[in-house]
């Protein structure tokens, strides 16, 4: 199976297209009954994740063969981040992503998933909220209290 394309994408560092290019790909390889046992389960997870699709990224894991899972200590790490995401456990998302030693392809992406999803959740605290205590934007954003504290939050009064 040629995986050329994901390849170029990650190394590129285009992740809003891997999602839909992976998606594409299993497809084709399903149609013409190739095998599936060198598919990059976690990048493809990683991928609807980074594009906060969580109904396709639940899908996927569920039509992922255990023997991958089991096999590959990443694809469980990518989707234990997701079910933090789909429970709303914010600072669990960081735990689980910076605690595991993610390989060289992974590394840079789930960096990048953390800067997009750190971004989300500050647009929803600054929307969300006219006062807000630094233990929440810890929680929330992932940052020890001093980034929190210096933290720009326009038109947001942080409590300490």
């Not at 960081?94 to 595991?100: L, N, S």
Request: aromatic share 12%.
């Amino acid at each position: 199976m040629d995986l050329s394309a994901v390849h170029a994408a990650l190394s590129s560092k285009y992740y809003s297209v891997l999602a839909s290019l992976c998606d594409d790909l299993l497809l084709q390889a399903a149609s013409r009954g190739a095998a599936t046992d060198d598919w990059p389960y976690a990048v493809h997870l990683l991928a609807h994740l980074f594009l906060n699709d969580l109904n396709s990224a639940r899908f996927l894991w569920k039509s992922t063969p255990q023997e991958a899972k089991d096999a590959r200590p990443e694809i469980a790490a990518v989707w234990r981040i997701g079910q933090c995401l789909w429970i709303r456990d914010y600072a669990g998302v960081y735990t689980i992503a910076q605690g595991f030693e993610w390989g060289p392809e992974m590394a840079d992406f789930v960096a990048a998933f953390l800067e997009i999803y750190r971004k989300r959740i500050f647009q929803l605290l600054t929307s969300a909220y006219s006062t807000i205590n630094v233990a929440d934007v810890v929680h929330f954003m992932g940052m020890n209290e001093e980034n929190a504290t210096n933290c720009m939050f326009p038109e947001t009064i942080l409590l300490q």
